[in-house]
């Protein structure tokens, strides 16, 4: 016998098989093929792209209020939450109401004035 059966499952082994036969090194040792690793994620592609909205809205809000609170004149009412199932509920038919981004900083500073600041 050339090999040992430890689970009882293999076959006899067979002259000239080259089932799993790696070339060897100049040691004796296998050339194994690379191995590809394909990370595994924990949350699927939509639950990421509702993540990072969810933080960026909650980010926004919090830079929302500290913008009520400090000395800014034209601070815009936050638009609804992407979370807000009740405002985007639409029928089968029409499209879903736009999600607009809670980011301000966008826009452009019309109140701005540097040299008042100096």
């Not at 430890?6 to 100049?26: F, M, R, V, W």
């Not at 909205?53 to 209020?65: A, G, M, Q, S």
């Amino acid at each position: 016998m050339d090999k040992i059966d430890t689970q009882g499952l293999s076959g006899p082994a067979t002259k000239g098989c080259t089932d799993n036969i790696y070339p060897h090194d100049e040691n004796g040792n296998p050339i194994l093929p690379r191995a590809v690793i394909t990370p595994r994620r924990c949350h699927t592609p939509e639950m990421v792209k509702e993540l990072k909205i969810l933080i960026n809205e909650v980010l926004d809000e919090r830079e929302h209020k500290r913008r009520l609170a400090g000395p800014y004149d034209n601070v815009e009412p936050l638009p609804p939450s992407y979370f807000d199932t009740e405002y985007f509920k639409h029928s089968i038919d029409e499209p879903e109401p736009e999600y607009k981004d809670w980011s301000q900083s966008n826009k452009p500073k019309t109140d701005y004035n540097p040299g008042y600041y100096q």
